[in-house]
Structure formats: C-alpha cells, structure tokens
C-alpha cells in the first residue's frame, strides 16, 4: 500500500471478521457519524449533506466524531459519505433535501427515457468522479493512527437502482416494482451496470485505507424471496466474488467484507453463501435462531432495534442482555451493532449507555 499507516492498536473488529475467537464483542453502529451529534452540527455548519462528503477535512472530522466521544467503547470508525455518490458519479444529480431526504429531479422514466441508455453505456472514471471519498478515507486513516479500524461502503445495486427509478426514498415503490416486473431485462443489464461500479469504488476504498468494508441492501424488504433472487442475490455475490479478485489485481491483501440486506429475512440462508464473511441482521431476527440458520459459516452483526434507544436505560439494559445471551456471549462470530442506523433525536449518553451495557453483559458482570 502506498501510504504509510500506523499499525493498528485495536484490531479486535477484524479478528472477530475473520472468525477468530476473541475476547469480547467487538461494537460500532451504523450512522454512528450523524446528526444525533451536537457537535456534528458544529462541524457541518452551513454545508449541505453532500459538501460535507466532497471536503475530506469535513468528512473526515465527522466520521472520527463518534469515536473520540465514545473512546474506548466502540471498536471502529465508518467513513462518512453516502451511498449515492455512486449514482452522481454516473452523472445522476442528487440533492440532499431538508427534512425530506435524497431527491433526484430527473429520475429514470422507463427504458425509453434517454437517460436509461446513457446511463448504461456511459464510461465512468469512479477514480475520477469519486476522488473526495478516497481522499477521505487517505486523512481519515491517518488521524486514526490506528486506534480502530476503518470501514468503507457503498449502496447495493436493488437499493440504488430504486433510488435511480424512485427519484428518492418512497412508501409504496410504485416505479421500482414497475421496473423490474415490466422492464425486468432493462432492470438486470442497469444492475449489473450498477454493480460493476460499486466493485470498483470498494477496491478504490480499500487501496485509500479502508480496512473492511460493507454493502447495504437498504430497501431489501421491499423484493418478494423469488424477486430477491433475481434481482438481488446474483448481485451481491457479483460484488463480493469481483472485489476479492480486483483488490487482488490492485496489489492489496483481503479485507472482510459485510452484507446487510435489511429486510430480508427469509434470505439468510443464501446470504451465508454469497461470498461475505460477515452478514449483519436487522432486529426483525431473532439471533438465536439467526445463529442456528448460520451454522458458523459467517460472523453475524447486529441486531438491537434502534428505536431501543429512545426508550432510555430501562428499555436498553434487558434487550441488551437478551442479545448479547441469542448471540452466544461474544468470545466468537458476532460483532454487536443496532440493526439499522441511529435515528434522529437520539440522546448520545443513551446510546453510551447501550455501548456501556454490551460491555457489562459480555464480560459477564452484575447490574451496574
């Protein structure tokens, strides 16, 4: 690698990747850097949400944000960005829009929509068009001086595919499902489209310091199982099967890699066997019966429900001791996190406390 980092200090996240047995759970959470933060609105002051990704020194505050706040109780840093970028680097404008979420104002029509074929034949330099993340992730590493592992990721072909044909999130997903059951060839060629984007935007991650990284299927839930397989499955394995061989080709060792398909609960199973070592749950699984369908073929994450969090230390210290008890202690294959990211409004002294409580449980000490 060409940059010269620190070894790491805390390295506890990867061995629990790697299935080695460990001496507790390791624990980070999604939107771990966010506006739940006070000092997350300090630091973005007056940038909107996607400013802040394309400056590395914002990025780079937020993202180390949740990590010096909560020293010594989470085990690793995610980069702050979003998994649009890939989308806006085909040439997609996106907007971040206040208190509404990600709009696209030209989104996919049909396959007649000239856009669709532009899109797909369209040469994209994601080296180029995303240069901000990797400069990111480069600064980010180097202030980390290696306390934790830093994890990269990007969205899953269905999920940003639905964003593309959407034009933003959406309740009822009226034109993503016209699109894969009226248009289904068109869907699977943008896909795969979609899909070789996100390996090459990955390996970039890894070649600028990303020491794990991790894809989210968002909008998993909406697909039926046998849509699932269609238009999802093959896609994810696509991703995980080519990043191994391009990171290869770029020179670089292994990372691990994550899949979270939040949802999609009736995959679990396939989810096993397609080429992640970690798969992360949603809290709609019951863990121990996650960890019976796993059989140690992969290390689980996950999975409190967030809302936990507004429910304060008495809500927070019985589901912890429930999970902690379905995933088997910690010693081995589970990596503790919530099963979807921090939502708004969320006190950070509450989720120290969920922090605090995995630490307790796992070490197997008494009510605090």
């Known amino acids: 690698m060409a940059n010269d980092f620190l070894p790491l200090k805390n390295d506890l996240l990867l061995r629990t990747a790697r299935g080695e047995d460990v001496e507790r759970p390791p624990i980070w959470v999604m939107r771990q850097a966010g506006r739940y933060l006070p000092e997350y609105h300090d630091a973005k002051g007056k940038l909107d949400f996607f400013a802040c990704c394309r400056s590395a020194e914002v990025a780079s505050t937020l993202t180390l944000q949740p990590v010096q706040r909560y020293a010594g109780l989470i085990d690793a840093a995610i980069i702050f960005s979003d998994i649009l970028v890939i989308p806006q680097a085909m040439g997609m404008l996106v907007e971040m829009v206040d208190k509404k979420g990600p709009h696209f104002p ?218 902690v008890r379905g995933f088997g202690g910690g010693k081995k294959g589970w990596i503790a996190n919530l099963g979807h990211g921090i939502t708004p409004g969320v006190d950070p002294d509450d989720l120290k406390f969920y922090f605090e409580e995995i630490h307790r449980v796992a070490a197997g000490r008494s009510e605090p």
């Open 106 to 323: 030209n989104p996919l029509k049909s396959p007649e929509d000239p856009q669709y074929a532009e899109l797909l034949h369209r040469e994209v330099s994601v080296a180029d068009e995303l240069a901000y993340v990797y400069a990111a992730i480069t600064l980010t590493r180097k202030k980390l001086n290696g306390a934790v592992p830093l994890i990269g990721f990007c969205g899953a072909p269905w999920t940003l595919l639905s964003y593309m044909v959407e034009g933003g999130g959406s309740k009822l997903f009226v034109q993503a499902k016209t699109w894969l059951y009226r248009y289904p060839d068109e869907s699977k060629a943008m896909l795969q489209k979609i899909a070789e984007l996100c390996v090459e935007h990955l390996a970039l991650q890894v070649k600028a310091g990303a020491q794990m990284i991790q894809v989210f299927d968002s909008w998993a839930a909406e697909l039926s199982p046998s849509s699932f397989k269609d238009f999802s499955l093959p896609y994810l394995r696509y991703i995980s099967s080519h990043l191994k061989q391009r990171i290869d080709e770029l020179g670089l060792p292994a990372v691990p890699m994550t899949i979270f398909a939040k949802g999609a609960w009736y995959a679990l199973d396939d989810l096993c066997d397609s080429g992640y070592q970690v798969v992360s749950l949603d809290w709609l699984q019951d863990p121990q019966e996650a960890v019976r369908i796993a059989r140690g073929r992969v290390v689980l994450q996950g999975n409190a429900d967030p809302g936990v969090l507004y429910g304060g230390k008495a809500a927070i210290t019985p589901l912890v001791e429930t999970m």
